[in-house]
């Protein structure tokens, strides 16, 4: 499954999945629109119904080689996969996920800071399927051991966390899972796996929402789990029995995006540091909450494990208040109001995360969350700055 093992990073986004049945004469694998494939006879169909991999072609649903070719170069970003299935979305990614690995009566384990519609999955649909979720502290690391039930089956993390940015001890919660025969996921979002392998730390399943870096641009919903041996099967199984697919379009858009996912997250880790430290010194703010500036939590795990930094971050001003906020996001010019993030321009958002929290008081009030763009930073600091000015 894997294509352009043995090369760094960079050169994987750009060669991973382009096999030559693939793309043909092209440099890219064009947009394959198919439903219907036709066999040349029966005794070819009978052939092409005892496969399911993908590259074998089958029917529509099991995708072509435009999706083939995108969850391929997927795979070999993540040194130890075997596999990568696509989603419509990355709430569907994370969905599909978490539904191959857990059975009625199981336990979870979900960390605190999670992305809010992951809490939702739990509380309002694994819930009503016999499926419990206990909430962690994101900063618990190996101590996490004491949470773990007879009947706990997996451990799902996302580092750094959404809208509070503390960043996790992977590997510690990694070995305690392999102790107690647990399974890991994370949602890898943020980093990307250019910039935190989570295989090689020994995660089962990394979700990204290729929605945000990966496509980059903003005019795509799609998701993605990547997977190691021991998870793949069911991983497959499930995504296959709920009908999850990706349209080719969409598929095509993504690995195009993908190909410069590494100049543009360098772009975005330079322009999010030199924002991040200017607001540090502006008397207006409270703290940064960057995983790569020490005020963040974790910020030591950060410097350990990640290779750079996306260009998301939050920060608190000294006053406050949501009203405080609210009047900086809007005497913005360069940042649009917006959900999502990873696309090339910036977003600043208020956000309440006391909203999403219940295991522990993440002891903020309103974060002003930056995705910090393409653009040019002086002219995003200058923005910045009037707006500051205003308050
Ligand atoms: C960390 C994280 N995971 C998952 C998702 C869900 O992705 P999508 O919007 O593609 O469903 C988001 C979306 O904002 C996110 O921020």
Redesign the pocket.
């Known amino acids: 499954m894997k294509d352009g093992g043995g090369t760094r990073p960079a050169t994987t986004v750009v060669q991973g999945g382009r096999r030559p049945e693939w793309t043909g004469a092209a440099v890219n694998t064009p947009v394959w629109r198919a439903s219907t494939i036709l066999y040349p006879d029966t005794a070819a169909l009978k052939e092409g119904l005892k496969t399911n991999a993908d590259g074998d072609w089958f029917y529509g649903r099991r995708g072509t080689p435009t999706q083939w070719s995108f969850a391929e170069a997927l795979t070999a970003l993540d040194p130890g996969a075997v596999g990568t299935m696509l989603y419509p979305?990355?709430?569907?990614a994370?969905a599909g996920a978490l539904l191959s690995v857990l059975h009625p009566g199981d336990h979870l384990l979900m960390v605190d800071s999670a992305?809010d519609?992951?809490r939702r999955l739990c509380d309002a649909y694994l819930a009503q399927r016999g499926i419990t979720t206990t909430y962690y502290d994101p900063l618990i690391g190996g101590g996490i051991d004491a949470l773990v039930r007879p009947e706990t089956r997996a451990i799902f993390m996302?580092s750094p966390g959404?809208l509070t940015f503390e960043v996790q001890d992977v590997p510690a919660i990694v070995a305690v899972a392999k102790a107690r025969g647990l399974t890991t996921l994370i949602?890898n979002?943020?980093a990307t796996p250019l910039y935190l392998s989570v295989m090689e730390m020994g995660v089962d399943l990394s979700?990204v929402?290729?929605?945000?870096y990966i496509v980059g641009h903003s005019d795509v919903?799609?998701?993605s789990v990547t997977s190691g041996a021991a998870t793949w099967d069911a991983l497959r199984l499930t995504a296959q029995v709920l009908g999850q697919c990706v349209s080719p379009d969409d598929a095509y858009l993504a690995a195009r995006g993908l190909r410069t996912l590494a100049v543009r997250m360098a772009k975005h880790c330079d322009s999010g540091l030199t924002v991040a430290h200017w607001l540090q010194d502006q008397p207006q703010v409270a703290r940064v909450l960057h995983p790569a500036v020490n005020d963040c939590p974790g910020h030591d795990l950060f410097v350990r494990d990640f290779e750079g930094s996306a260009g998301l971050f939050g920060f608190e001003l000294a006053d406050g208040s949501p009203e405080a906020a609210a009047k900086f996001v809007d005497a913005l010019h360069h940042f649009g109001i917006g959900?999502?993030?990873g696309g090339y321009e910036s977003l600043a958002l208020p956000v309440e995360p006391s909203r999403c929290r219940s295991a522990v008081d993440w002891g903020g009030g309103t974060i002003i969350r930056l995705h910090i763009g393409l653009e040019d930073p002086r002219d995003l600091i200058a923005d910045l700055s009037q707006a500051l000015s205003q308050l």
Not at 89 to 92: E, Q
Not at 209 to 212: D, G, L
């Open positions: 979305s990355g709430a569907a994370v992305y519609p992951t996302e959404s949602d979002t943020w979700i929402a290729c929605t945000k919903m799609l998701g959900y999502s993030w």
